[in-house]
T-cell receptor, first 114, second 117 residues
Framework: GENVEQHPSTLSVQEGDSAVIKCTYS??????FPWYKQELGKRPQLIID?????GEKKDQRIAVTLNKTAKHFSLHITETQPEDSAVYFC?????????????FGAGTQVVVTP | DTEVTQTPKHLVMGMTNKKSLKCEQH?????MYWYKQKAKKPPELMFV???????INESVPSRFSPECPNSSLLNLHLHALQPEDSALYLC????????????????FGPGTRLLVL
């Protein structure tokens, strides 16, 4: 089955700097890669996702890149703000994982200091 | 309505109690999920319902019993839980379990924080 590794586990950045989180996956058939942001005590919220037919997707200060050859995808947050502080989870879904099962990464705790 | 709702928000129960968690969505989604999440860990899939039928049981102990009365509702019945079952229980839904486009995107409810004493 699919296995997703996520790095780093913690990331401290100064406000205004950029943050990058990287995930690698094992199943080359994986074709859907969502990113979730989870603030303390709240639900995971989808912030951006990408499909295997696209190399990059951007939404304001957030972007995701996908390298299918290397089997990794990354989340980029530019001009970080204190409200970006949260745990971020990547996930991958392979068509062979039926019934919509996601494989999540272990998460990255992002702390943005003013 | 673009939200998944869950009740209760918090639940404290003893090991001999029976309780139920409820989840509701009115987005017309036909796949619904139960996840368990421990602090600072990713969600762990427990059950998947697709078109009101149980599709996946991730080897969950029988003290957890899911139920899908209709396409908008999902319940999780709890009985004889253990302290290690204390966690955040998240419900999620997606348009369908497989497919292209937006169908597979999962939207999470706010969760029920469960404490077993």
């Amino acid at each position: 089955g699919e296995n997703v590794e996520q790095h780093p586990s913690t990331l401290s950045v100064q406000e205004g700097d950029s943050a990058v989180i990287k995930c690698t996956y094992s199943d080359s058939a994986s074709n859907y890669f969502p990113w979730y942001k989870q603030e303390l005590g709240k639900r995971p919220q989808l912030i951006i996702d990408i499909r295997s037919n696209v190399g990059e997707k951007k939404d304001q200060r957030i972007a995701v890149t996908l390298n299918k050859t290397a089997k990794h995808f990354s989340l980029h947050i530019t001009e970080t703000q204190p409200e970006d502080s949260a745990v971020y989870f990547c996930a991958a879904r392979a068509p062979t994982d039926s019934w919509g099962k996601f494989q999540f990464g272990a998460g990255t705790q992002v702390v943005v200091t003013p | 309505d673009t939200e998944v709702t869950q009740t209760p928000k918090h639940l404290v129960m003893g090991m001999t109690n029976k309780k139920s968690l409820k989840c509701e969505q009115h987005m017309g989604h036909r796949a619904m999920y139960w996840y368990k999440q421990k602090a600072k860990k990713p969600p762990e899939l427990m059950f998947v319902y697709s078109y009101e039928k149980l599709s996946i049981n991730e080897s969950v102990p029988s003290r957890f019993s899911p139920e899908c009365p209709n396409s908008s509702l999902l319940n999780l019945h709890l009985h004889a839980l253990q302290p290690e079952d204390s966690a955040l229980y998240l419900c999620a839904s997606s348009q369908s379990r497989l497919g292209r486009g937006l169908q597979e995107t999962q939207y999470f409810g706010p969760g029920t924080r469960l404490l077993v004493l």
